[in-house]
């Protein structure tokens, strides 16, 4: 320290000291409203809280939630939405793969695919349920191509609720993940392609042993993206399509804190359900740091 | 022979991303086509009528709530842009004791759940008194995006030469006037993109609104809409109108600045 010349050793502290002036406006927003809050979830998550009043229970919450069965029932509908993903993903990939062979129109399908990407939630599912529902349009579709025999109520069933909500999230998320994988192979060298093409490799066999293989890092990218928001931003369309029902069929988790909280009214439970949900979500995201170090040594 | 070939592949390809436009776009036709519908046309399949206009301006005070939704939205963009950039300036050129774990901690934000964190935040917001109040709803909203926003902007700062800023350093330029004059003016690509994200994640969201913004007077758009609907409204027309005029204004951004709407989903894949 004091071997560096004084004038030096100001411009260092002056340095130091904007540094720190520039961080505490958005120290203090995510401190107050985002760290703050997370650490109370934690808190009264061993508590018993009705919002007002809290009294420390231990793991009483904990083991409420682990003895319910509805609470396993929630976590398998968020097993359900998971094993939709490679859907969500193959299925982008493919448009992706068409739309690079430049079609005419090619950037106008782009653009139209990736729509969706602005439309809220809400909006989504106001239409979803007129396309599912009794009278809706899937059936009428289904009638107009000579299927009238096949007659569809998914919504209102125990089961199938949760196939509307997943198409209808495929549906939304179709856009932005072509978007991810058209990036991804602009990145390619086209030369691999003219390799592949003299030594007579078809279609699907550039697709699957070419495309995704030097995609790898793209489809990482989008599949955490999709889980993330399979699991924490479908609120609102579980909200508008089924209020998480028939019965609890359509509850994930980030929608059984609300049930629970706002709905229910049990503070401290529903605190140990988001803390549950923020485990989980930790998680995914520490495992593809993991798989992204793995794939850059 | 070879070329018919590869040009029935195309035009195979060509119809098969047609098809798919159909199936994109459909939601919007069939709002647009239905909103022009009377609740007994669009029963009947047929006709053309504002009545469902009319209908929906009468049960919901539409003007006032997309005033709500804008002031909210932009509050909280501008927020966000002030913090975010203050802070990425920190994180990549003015590093201090402790400014890694800071930042990464900051990073760590966008890790976070929404629901993990919307009770106490929801008991916190009402003990300052700010429910039913734009500033309650335009802080949460900002809380939340400033991380994922400070990760952006001290990415892309970081990239900008370290020269520059001790150049201007030299000249005698104070550090909030390199932040000014130099860093802003650099950073408007980065801060477009940013704006643009945020703006319509804020717009088409539905929990924070319906949770800390609930009365009539300062309702947004999206959850005026939602509770049109879990009021078991059964004009269908009407909802459908609702659904155009919240969606609209989210759309028209994203066909203006459609570029940095890809720009940040890849940016937020680092390098």
């Given at each position: 320290m004091s071997t560096t010349p004084p004038r030096r050793n100001h411009l260092a502290r002056s340095r130091r000291l904007a540094g720190i002036v520039f961080t505490v406006p958005v120290a203090l927003l995510v401190g107050g409203f985002l760290a703050i809050p997370m650490v109370q979830t934690v808190y009264y998550s061993f508590t018993t809280w009705n919002g007002i009043t809290s009294t420390p229970n231990g793991v009483d919450n904990y083991r409420q939630l682990f003895a319910d069965?509805?609470?396993?029932?929630?976590?398998?509908?968020n097993a359900i939405l998971l094993a939709s993903i490679p859907l969500a993903?193959?299925?982008?990939?493919?448009?992706?793969?068409l739309l690079n062979e430049h079609v005419i129109g090619w950037r106008f399908f782009r653009s139209v695919?990736?729509?969706?990407t602005?439309?809220?939630?809400?909006?989504?599912g106001m239409v979803a349920i007129r396309?599912?529902?009794?009278?809706?349009?899937?059936?009428?579709?289904?009638?107009?191509?000579?299927?009238?025999?096949?007659?569809?109520?998914?919504?209102?069933?125990?089961?199938?609720?949760?196939?509307?909500?997943?198409?209808t999230f495929i549906w939304s998320v179709f856009g932005t993940n072509t978007i991810i994988f058209i990036t991804g192979m602009a990145t390619l060298d086209r030369e691999v392609y003219e390799a592949a093409r003299v030594d007579g490799a078809g279609a699907w066999s550039t697709l699957f042993y070419i495309t995704i293989p030097m995609l790898m890092r793209f489809i990482q990218f989008a599949f955490i993206l999709t889980v993330i928001t399979a699991f924490t931003a479908l609120f609102s369309l579980i909200f508008i399509m089924t209020q998480g029902g028939p019965g609890f069929s359509t509850t994930t988790l980030e929608f059984f804190v609300f049930e629970k909280g706002f709905n229910t009214g049990v503070f401290g439970l529903a605190a140990a359900i988001g803390v549950v949900l923020f485990v989980i979500v930790f998680g995914i995201w520490m495992a593809q740091f993991r798989v992204f170090r793995n794939a850059n040594d | 022979m070879n070329l018919s070939k590869h040009q029935f592949n195309r035009a195979v390809i060509f119809v098969t991303l047609s098809l798919l436009v159909v199936v994109m776009l459909f939601p919007f036709v069939f709002m647009a086509l239905t909103s022009f519908r009377s609740y007994q046309q669009y029963l009947a399949g047929s006709g053309f009528s504002l009545d469902s206009w009319s209908t929906l301006f009468s049960v919901l005070p539409v003007v006032q709530e997309l005033l709500n939704s804008t002031i909210v939205t932009l509050g909280a963009v501008l927020i966000i842009l002030v913090v975010s950039t203050m802070g990425g300036f920190a994180f990549a050129k003015l590093g201090y004791p402790g400014s890694t774990a800071v930042f990464l901690l900051m990073v760590s934000g966008m890790m976070v759940p929404v629901q993990s964190i919307i009770l106490p935040e929801f008991v916190n917001v009402s003990q300052i008194g700010w429910i039913n109040q734009y500033q309650?709803?335009?802080?949460?909203?900002?809380a939340l995006g400033a991380p994922f926003a400070t990760y952006l902007m001290t990415t892309y700062f970081r990239g900008v030469s370290t020269e520059l800023i001790e150049a201007s350093l030299i000249d005698g330029a104070s550090y909030w006037q390199i932040f000014t004059r130099i860093m802003l003016p650099l950073a408007t690509p980065a801060l477009v993109t940013v704006a643009v994200l945020q703006f319509i994640q804020i717009w088409d969201d539905l929990l924070i609104g319906l949770l800390f913004l609930?009365?009539?007077?300062?309702?947004?758009?999206t959850v005026g809409l939602a509770t049109l609907q879990s009021s078991r409204m059964v004009n269908i027309p009407a909802l459908m109108a609702g659904s155009l005029v919240s969606a609209l204004p989210a759309v028209v951004v994203y066909l203006?600045?459609?570029?940095?709407?890809?720009?940040?989903?890849?940016?937020g894949m680092g390098k």
């Open positions: 069965t509805t609470f396993w029932q929630v976590v398998s509908n993903i193959l299925i982008p990939l493919i448009v992706a793969f695919y990736f729509l969706p602005a439309i809220s939630w809400v909006v989504i396309v599912f529902s009794s009278g809706g349009l899937l059936n009428s579709t289904l009638a107009m191509i000579g299927l009238s025999g096949i007659h569809t109520d998914l919504l209102s069933g125990n089961s199938t609720a949760i196939i509307a909500v997943i198409i | 309650g709803a335009i802080v949460v909203y900002a609930q009365t009539p007077e300062v309702r947004t758009i203006i600045f459609q570029r940095h709407l890809v720009r940040g989903l890849t940016m």
